[in-house]
């Protein structure tokens, strides 16, 4: 069993579950609450969050403009730039986007970090649809 880490903090699991018998919601902990936490900043679009409607990335905007090298230099810019703001507790090393199916609306986004209370180097890859909660 691996020893549990508090201090890198704790979370509601994304998406949100419950636990209807002991009448709460599922949590994350750990290394997996820093990566649902990283989920949640890249597919939150400000102004969706009421109380903090500066809360997000801004990337939906751009998926209909030409993709060419500025705007995979933006995408990853504004991808860092709302990581930075809103999720302490690792530091960007690097982020990579993988466009091989962005004809199919899926765009891989890769994010290379270190946690600052371990300095454990660690990444995450997850699928942005382009297409999601749409009939197309």
Known sequence: MSESKPYLGIGWDFPPR???????????TDIE??????????TTRPGERIMRPSFGCDISDKV??????????S????????????EPRIIVQKIGLDIQNILDGKLLIKVDYIVR?????????F???ITEATDI
């Open 75 to 86: 995408i990853k810019t504004t991808i860092e730039e709302a990581i930075l703001l809103y």
């Open 33 to 42: 609450d820093i990566e649902k936490s990283l989920q949640i900043i890249v």
């Open 18 to 28: 419950f636990n209807t018998k002991r009448g709460e919601a599922y949590m994350t």
């Open 64 to 73: 209909f403009e030409n993709l060419n090298s500025t705007q995979i230099h």
């Open 127 to 129: 699928p942005y649809y």
């Open 117 to 125: 209370a371990t300095n454990n180097r660690r990444n995450i890859v």
